[in-house]
């Protein structure tokens, strides 16, 4: 059977929403200079903008690329990629990928090879996040102009909100880490474990560079526990 | 004389038509690849099932998009906003790549100049994106067989317990008091019942973890 997960049909769709994106960065990066030119901007503050977040973006693109690489093993290469070039972020990706294989009796933890199980995988991934692109489409311009500005006075508490849910969502995949017995929580351990001595160089050694690095870094070191412990366990050695 | 009889839109006139007709595009194609998946591979995954799948993360997921659009959109200016939403990465990359941007060229968001170095700005930082993921897959594609070697096999599985130990960290210590109740409530349902799936633990976990920061949110505990 062929493996759908790393099909040159997978590959091909990702090379076509690649060039999607790259189309319309352009486009509106065409656009934005004429229109700055003409109110004025000039070409050197303009081009500064460009160069500086493309240096900016490098470090945080390759902690993307680090997050493809993590579904790699469960997904294959191009659905990750996709996901990851249009709309999605990690923490999104990834609950929603294992949700949907829990529906289906399976978990992202095994290689996902049934292509039923892929393609709702798929599905899901992608409808959950399409909500955002149509309040954009329905809402974007009354917000610039200023109509919604009354409904978010209460900074405060929509930060706290978004911290609540994040949280709910964290707890429920922490406890169901539990299930997963030794390795699963030592994985965690390392991970966090890894993240708290992230946090403690960045915010201690004010070194504020790495606050790119710390969730790939942290995710690997879990991992990379999990592998060597199984190894030994099992009495292999590296 | 009389005025040029071809009417000029305004570059915000124009940004949100073309905006929204990008958007639709987006959404086509991201809503395209699973069906192309479905009709290629003529799999299509039973929609009870799906539905239940789906559910879980959509409550805990489209609320924060309503806050996220809310938050960003002012922040990021039209042309920005249109680009940012469909690209994605927004508060790990391009809203910090659009304030920056912003700051170092002397302009406030939420006006012209604004506007322009913002959409710059976040063109730039996806076609980075896109430059780094597409050299990165591509080289990576070679290692497939490595990354699916057995020894790396209980790394993968255990991609989730990964991801989770270190978000904790990071939202145990951004806002410690609205972590104990979910966290309570998973390790108690965790030893009455080990086996719930995660899709019945998510709404639980959010729905007490949002009631309980509410209530100490009302009584100034927060």
Known sequence: ?238 | MNAPLKVYKTYDETIHRNGRIWMIAAILITQGVPLAISLRFGVWPPIGKLIAGLLPTMMVFWPIAIVEVLTFTPMLGSGGTYLGFVTGNLSNLKVPAAIAAMQSAGVEPSTKEGEIISTLSIGASSLMTNVVLVTGVLLMSYLLPVLESPTLKPAFANLLPALFGALGVVFISRNWKISVAPLALMIGLFIAIPTLPVGILIPAGAIVSIGVARLMYKRNML
Request: proline share 3%.
């Open chain 1, 1 to 238: 059977m062929t493996d759908i997960r790393n099909s040159t049909f997978l590959f091909a769709i990702g090379a076509f929403v690649a060039l999607f994106v790259t189309a319309q960065s352009l486009t509106f990066m065409v656009r934005a200079w004429k229109e700055g030119r003409r109110i004025g901007l000039t070409s050197a503050t303009m081009k500064k903008a460009i160069i500086g977040s493309a240096s900016f973006s490098f470090v945080p693109s390759i902690a993307i690329l680090l997050a493809v690489l993590t579904l790699a093993g469960a997904l294959g290469l191009p659905l990750p990629w996709i996901r990851l070039s249009v709309v999605g972020a990690i923490t999104y990706e990834l609950p929603a990928a294992e949700t949907a294989a829990q529906a289906f009796g399976t978990s992202i933890k095994n290689v996902i090879s049934d292509p039923t199980v892929f393609s709702a995988i798929a599905w899901a991934m992608s409808v959950g996040s399409v909500f955002a692109m149509i309040l954009i489409i329905l809402f974007a311009k009354s917000i610039q102009s200023g109509i919604h500005k009354a409904r978010l006075k209460d900074t405060k508490w929509s930060g706290l909100l978004i911290s609540a849910m994040f949280m709910g969502l964290i707890s429920a995949f922490l406890g169901s880490a539990l299930g997963g017995g030794l390795v699963s929580i030592l994985t965690l351990l390392a991970s966090a474990a890894t993240m708290g001595f992230f946090g403690l160089l960045i915010k201690k050694a004010k070194l504020a560079w790495l606050e790119n690095f710390a969730m790939p870094v942290s995710m690997i070191s879990g991992m990379a526990v999990a592998a060597v412990f199984t190894l030994a366990s099992s009495g292999g050695s590296l």
